[in-house]
C-alpha cells in the first residue's frame, strides 16, 4: 500500500533560519511522482514541484530546494533563509500506483508540517 | 488563465438541509477530486472522476454523500440531509492524468462549510 510519512508535524523557526521538512514514502511501484503542496493561512493549496522517480537530480528554485534519495525513499524540502510569509502547511504526495503503467492522477498526501517562522 | 473554481466559498446551513458544491474544472483536465479537509482529519479523498466517469468512490463518508460530473467542466457535491458533522473546507481539484503520467493536481479555493 503506499504512504507517506511527515515526521515533523510542526517546526518553528525564526527569519533568515534554513528549515527542513522530511517526508519518507512507500510505494512498490518502480514509476511513481512526488509532490509538494504548500497551504498558506488563507487556505488554498498550492502546487510548488513535481519530481519523477528516474529524475534524482536535486532541484533549486530560488530560496526553495528539494532532495531526492530513491535509496531511502525520502523526498525533502529545504527552504532557504526562511521568511515569514513561508509559514504555512506544507504536504509532500506520491501519485497513485497502477497496474499497466495507467494513471488516473490520484494522489496519497502526507499529514502536512506546519512551518511557522517567526519575525 | 481560469484555475479551478468552486462555488460557493462559504455555506452556512442548518442540519437536515441539502447542501450543493459546485466545481468547474480546468478546461483540458480529465481528472477531477473531491477533498474534505477537517483538523481532527486532515485531508481526505472523498471521490474522483476520470473522464467524467467516477472512478473511487470509497472515500465519501455514507450514503448522505453523493458526486456527480454530468460533464467534462462541471461537477457537484451533494450532501442531504446534512449534519454538524459535516462542517469542513472541502475542495476540488483537477489534473491531466495521460498514460502513466501522474500530472499535478490543481485545488480551487474550496468551500467552508458551516452547518449549524
Known amino acids: 500500500a503506499q504512504k507517506v510519512t511527515q515526521a515533523q508535524t510542526e517546526i518553528s523557526v525564526v527569519e533568515k533560519e534554513d528549515v527542513t521538512l522530511d517526508c519518507v514514502y512507500e510505494?512498490?511501484?518502480?514509476?511513481?511522482?512526488l509532490f509538494w503542496y504548500k497551504q498558506p493561512p488563507s487556505g488554498e493549496l498550492v502546487f510548488l514541484i513535481r519530481r519523477n522517480s528516474f529524475d534524482e537530480q536535486n532541484e533549486i528554485s530560488g530560496r526553495y530546494s528539494w532532495n531526492f534519495q530513491k535509496s531511502t525513499s525520502s523526498f525533502n524540502f529545504t527552504i532557504t533563509a526562511s521568511q515569514v510569509v513561508d509559514s504555512a502547511v506544507y504536504f509532500c504526495a506520491l501519485s497513485e500506483a497502477r497496474a499497466g503503467g495507467t494513471s488516473y492522477g490520484k494522489l496519497t498526501f502526507g499529514q502536512g508540517t506546519i512551518l511557522t517562522v517567526h519575525p | 488563465d481560469a484555475g479551478v473554481i468552486q462555488s460557493p466559498r462559504h455555506e452556512v446551513t442548518e442540519m437536515g438541509q441539502e447542501v450543493t458544491l459546485r466545481c468547474k474544472p480546468i478546461?483540458?483536465?480529465?481528472?477531477l477530486f473531491w477533498y474534505r479537509q477537517t483538523m481532527m482529519r486532515g485531508l481526505e479523498l472523498l471521490i474522483y472522476f476520470n473522464n467524467n466517469v467516477p472512478i473511487d468512490d470509497s472515500g465519501m463518508p455514507e450514503d448522505r454523500f453523493s458526486a456527480k460530473m454530468p460533464n467534462a467542466s462541471f461537477s457537484t457535491l451533494k450532501i442531504q440531509p446534512s449534519e454538524p458533522r459535516d462542517s469542513a473546507v472541502y475542495f476540488c481539484a483537477s489534473s491531466l492524468a495521460l498514460g502513466g503520467v501522474s500530472h499535478e493536481q490543481y485545488f480551487g479555493p474550496g468551500t467552508r462549510l458551516t452547518v449549524t
Open positions: 478546461s483540458g483536465h480529465n481528472s
Open positions: 510505494t512498490r511501484d518502480t514509476t511513481y511522482y
